[in-house]
């Protein structure tokens, strides 16, 4: 038995007691939500890293368009600068690579654990599809509804990912950059992807990427590099204006101070 099958079993005998017949699928979206845990500070290296690469493109861009004709000087050149930076030229490509080996894991774990996928979810078995539902009551079925919220989750979480990409690429002079150019869209294939595997690797896959929505937006990826710049540039003018404000008024009150005395002399 894998690691993560065992943790599934484990959870889902802590679990049983709260979800009984559906103690199963519970476990597969709290095994799944813990491996995310467990990988965030991988993922905090990525994000750090797009912005790395987004903060360089122009400078990039500058070197590739004065060098195109000698790849050899664009190269150590474009070294020079990642160096200056203290960053890698795969910068955010690395972390990223480093969780697969993972979600391939834990994806074959719910697509072939015939112990795992013998178990139910509102009477829906997790080693079934949604064509398997179809045939059995359609799609406002028992166990269609299950596939019904699943895709509606989906959907909801998709959408969010495409405006919100939107939104930023409408924010920054640049666009998209990096892989968030392709998440906003790829969103919506895993609305395929849930209606062809089973439903063990169904809860998986929506689990792991509401939790990957949720978690960019909260690091902040896919915002221009300058923002955080022109907030810290704000705060800064802001403060200035308020101690200039302070030291106008101090001012103002030593010559009232001054006028009160020659007056009384």
């Known amino acids: 038995m894998s690691v993560f099958a065992s943790l599934v079993a484990s959870l889902s005998d802590a679990l049983a007691p709260l979800f009984g017949g559906a ?35 122009p400078r990039v861009a500058e070197l590739q368009r004065k060098h195109k004709n000698d790849p050899e000087r664009l190269r150590r050149e474009m070294g020079a600068v990642y160096k200056k930076e203290g960053v890698s030229p795969a910068a955010g490509c690395l972390p990223l690579l480093l969780q697969l080996p993972v979600f391939f894991a834990m994806y074959h774990l ?5 112990g795992l996928l013998g178990h139910t979810l509102l009477g829906a078995p997790l080693g079934g599809r949604w064509t398997d539902a179809l045939g059995d009551g359609g799609v406002f079925g028992a166990h269609g509804l299950v596939y019904v919220g699943l895709f509606v989750l989906t959907g909801a979480v998709a959408t969010w990912t495409y405006l919100r990409g939107r939104r930023l690429a409408a924010q920054s002079a640049t666009g998209m950059t990096g892989p968030f150019r392709y998440l906003s869209l790829l969103a919506f294939g ?17 689990t792991s990427t509401t939790w990957t929505a949720v978690e960019r937006a909260a690091l902040g990826a896919g915002k221009p590099p ?28 030593k010559l009232r101070a001054s006028g009160g005395g020659a007056s009384s002399r």
């Not at 709290?30 to 467990?38: D, G, I, Q």
């Not at 895993?190 to 929506?206: F, G």
Request: proline share 2%; with cysteine; aromatic share 2%.
């Open 110 to 114: 719910f697509t072939t654990d015939d």
């Open 23 to 57: 103690a199963t699928a519970a476990a597969i979206v709290a095994c799944t939500l813990a491996v995310r845990l467990a990988l965030h500070p991988l993922a905090r290296a990525a994000v750090r890293g797009e912005r790395v690469r987004a903060r360089l493109a």
């Open 190 to 206: 895993t609305l395929i992807t849930v209606a062809v595997v089973p439903l063990a690797a169904a809860l998986y896959v929506v």
């Open 226 to 253: 300058e923002e955080a710049g022109r907030r810290g540039g704000a705060t800064g003018d802001a403060t200035g204006d308020a101690a200039r404000a302070a030291g106008a008024a101090g001012r103002r009150g």
